[in-house]
């Protein structure tokens, strides 16, 4: 008979935890071994117990968020467990950030249960699986060309890579913050996030940035 797969659960909702761990002890194949509420707690657990898999959140509210919780879990000399990203968030900025970082799999939390234990073995062979949505997402992203912007908009992205605000942006480039903020709308659009820190991402992911 084969050994089950060790698992350990990230996720900062108490009650998401108890749904996730009532539903992997129905899978006689399955078994956890820990659960942690935040990245650092996962990080200690994950050395304590030598889960094969850790099933991420992404979002872990206090602390390290899930991407530098894959990143630092999955670094060590000779690797540490695999990573199954379990998430409500699909984003490019996410998606882009989770798999740089070392995750070995994404999933949606929408997911079916089956497919959940389907990826759940995959990830302990270290086999990447990936939710419908976020393969589309990252086919279309090898597929469509690497976005333009321009002087302007790389200027400001890389005010924005430092972290600078709107307001220090303006004074550091003599434009009004009114102008920064309708070239960090054209930059959202470009890249397709929403966010600060996802711009930053995908400009780094692809290369925009120096």
Same mark, same amino acid.
Do not use: W
């Given at each position: 008979?084969?050994?089950?797969?060790?698992?350990?659960?990230?996720?900062?909702?108490?009650?998401?935890?108890?749904?996730?761990? +009532?539903?992997?002890?129905?899978?006689?194949?399955?078994?956890?071994?820990?659960?942690?509420?935040?990245?650092?707690?996962?990080?200690?657990?994950?050395?304590?117990?030598?889960?094969?898999?850790?099933?991420?959140?992404?979002?872990?509210?206090?602390?390290?968020?899930?991407?530098?919780?894959?990143?630092?879990?999955?670094?060590?000399?000779?690797?540490?467990?695999?990573?199954?990203? =379990?998430?409500?968030?699909? @984003?490019?900025?996410?998606? @882009?950030? +989770?798999?740089?970082?070392?995750? @070995?799999?994404? =999933? =949606?939390?929408?997911?079916?249960?089956?497919?959940?234990?389907?990826?759940?073995?995959? +990830?302990?062979?270290?086999?990447?699986?990936?939710?419908?949505?976020?393969?589309?997402?990252?086919?279309?992203?090898?597929?469509?060309?690497?976005?333009?912007? @321009?002087?302007?908009? !790389?200027?400001?992205?890389?005010?924005?890579?430092?972290?600078?605000?709107? !307001?220090?942006?303006?004074?550091? =480039?003599?434009?009004?913050?009114?102008?920064?903020?309708?070239?960090?709308?054209?930059?959202?659009?470009?890249?397709?996030?929403?966010?600060?820190?996802? +711009?930053?991402?995908?400009?780094?992911?692809?290369?925009?940035?120096?």
């Amino acid at each position: 008979m084969t050994q089950p797969v060790k698992i350990l659960l990230c996720d900062d909702h108490v009650v998401v935890r108890a749904g996730l761990l +009532a539903l992997l002890d129905s899978a006689p194949d399955i078994e956890v071994v820990g659960e942690a509420g935040t990245g650092e707690e996962a990080i200690a657990l994950a050395a304590k117990l030598t889960p094969d898999v850790v099933l991420m959140d992404l979002q872990l509210g206090e602390g390290i968020d899930g991407v530098e919780t894959t990143r630092r879990l999955t670094a060590p000399p000779g690797g540490g467990p695999n990573v199954l990203v =379990l998430t409500t968030y699909d @984003t490019d900025a996410d998606i @882009t950030r +989770a798999i740089e970082a070392g995750a @070995t799999g994404y =999933l =949606l939390k929408a997911e079916r249960p089956e497919e959940l234990f389907a990826a759940i073995h995959a +990830a302990a062979q270290g086999r990447t699986t990936l939710s419908a949505p976020v393969a589309s997402r990252v086919m279309a992203n090898m597929r469509k060309p690497r976005p333009t912007l @321009t002087d302007r908009e !790389r200027d400001i992205l890389a005010q924005l890579a430092h972290g600078l605000s709107n !307001r220090e942006i303006a004074k550091a =480039l003599f434009i009004s913050e009114a102008t920064v903020k309708t070239h960090l709308g054209r930059i959202y659009d470009k890249l397709g996030v929403d966010t600060r820190a996802g +711009a930053v991402a995908v400009a780094k992911e692809q290369r925009l940035l120096p």
